[in-house]
């Protein structure tokens, strides 16, 4: 199974960021797709989450209205779209997959993790 990450980068506050993340050797299909991130100095945070139906789950509330998560499933690809982005939005921002059902306590061992793609927003 791979899980791969892009389309991080520097943007100033107020601009906008899409994240994709490509995960193949799974069926995407049937698994909860998931956006984590890590700040420095920070423990990583679930911030939202799509079931395999599209049902879709927020973990931080702070992106509620700004953030939006999607999935090509005829792509086997993940997106976060992420408008009006605040400083405190810079984090390592992680893709994973599982098939168990939504949830922040996803770890390496109950769900598959990208590397990674940093997004840093400058003030």
């Known amino acids: 199974v791979q899980v791969v990450e892009s389309g991080g980068g520097l943007v100033q506050a107020g601009g906008s960021l899409r994240l994709s993340c490509t995960a193949s050797?799974?069926?995407?299909?049937?698994?909860?797709m998931a956006w984590f991130r890590q700040a420095p100095g920070k423990e990583r945070e679930g911030v939202i989450c799509?079931?395999?139906?599209?049902?879709?789950?927020y973990y931080t509330d702070s992106v509620r209205g700004r953030f939006t998560i999607s999935r090509d499933n005829a792509k086997n690809t993940l997106y976060l779209q992420m408008n009006s982005l605040k400083p405190e939005d810079t984090a390592m921002y992680y893709c994973?997959?599982?098939?168990?059902?939504?949830?922040?306590?996803?770890?390496?061992?109950?769900?598959?993790w990208g590397q990674g793609t940093q997004v840093t927003v400058s003030s």
């Open positions: 799509i079931t395999w139906s599209g049902s879709i789950g």
């Open positions: 050797g799974l069926a995407f299909s049937g698994y909860q």
């Open positions: 994973a997959a599982s098939s168990r059902g939504c949830s922040v306590s996803w770890t390496v061992t109950s769900a598959y």
